[in-house]
DNA sequence: CAGGATCCCGCTAGATACTG
DNA sequence: CAGTATCTAGCGGGATCCTG
């Protein structure tokens, strides 16, 4: 029983912690979003070949499995599968099968989707624009001496 | 040799992946505030205790370790501190140490992470503006029978 | 109180091989 | 072409113990 009270302490806190993640689903919804590949994929479909940030974005169109496979080029088959199939589920893509003699599979945003790109270019709009002041930063604080904590 | 061929070619393309990367920092910015605890800390930190759609976000105000540990509730102190470190190297938080009894710390959004907060609210708010949407979707995509693919 | 150090487990995601 | 299946290594991250 002694050994136990600092378990049961993080048992509890687990519990209030899943609790209050049940009653907050923007929560789940933001960590999804905040998929790594989600954000490529939303890019990619947006138009946006890849976050350069003097490339001004296209327009959204299809796209093929492959030619997301290339564009993103990173990801693995099963990574770029896992990530459109829940972003199909989610309803942020539709999958267009077209049974020509290879077979032709295309994706494309829905408006959800579309919105969702929206909100995630801003994003990548703040990272365009601040991502030298924080490479300053960081070589500002990787520079100094191994100083006393003041 | 033979061998090499496949393998060669994953190398070939790791290296264009990481040349493109190295072109293009705002890509690992933007993983680097795609992190779970991050949104959540900046969320903290931004004055809303928690994403809760109902609940108005409060003022920016800094706020010590162990409140920071409370309220975001699942972070462990170690994730909490690498996360804070890491928010402290980009130049997006202070660290204020007050040499009290107990040693007293505490954090706080600068400019420049108040902008992304900013930034990251509107893409919490999307989701809690979508969520239902999303739920549903996908409470379509469960429900529908295995059929065949149209 | 605010962490640093260490151990270790589970899940992610990459590599490889196979299929309709 | 557009995946699926399997295996596995790496590491994110939790638990625990210790310090200033």
Redesign the pocket.
């Known amino acids: 029983m002694a050994?136990t009270t600092?378990?049961q302490r993080?048992?509890q806190?687990?519990t209030e912690f899943d609790a209050f993640l049940a009653v907050c689903p923007s929560r789940q919804l933001l960590d999804r979003v905040s998929?790594?590949?989600v954000g490529l994929l939303l890019c990619a479909l947006g138009g946006g070949s890849f976050p350069q940030p003097s490339a001004e974005e296209g327009t959204p169109r299809a796209m093929?499995?492959?030619?997301?496979?290339r564009q993103v080029a990173?990801?693995?088959?099963?990574?770029?599968?896992?990530t459109?199939?829940s972003l199909e589920r989610d309803g942020l893509v539709t999958?267009s099968?077209v049974a020509t003699v290879?077979?032709?599979?295309?994706?494309e945003l829905t408006d959800l989707g579309l919105s969702l790109h929206v909100t995630m270019r801003a994003l990548k709009g703040w990272a365009e624009t601040h991502v030298a002041e924080v490479l300053e930063q960081r070589a500002a604080y990787d520079a100094r001496p191994v100083e006393k904590i003041t």
């Open positions: 050994t600092a378990a993080r048992a806190a687990r998929d790594k590949w093929r499995y492959s030619e997301l496979l990173g990801v693995s088959p099963k990574m770029l599968t896992q459109l199939r999958r099968v290879p077979v032709t599979v295309s994706y």
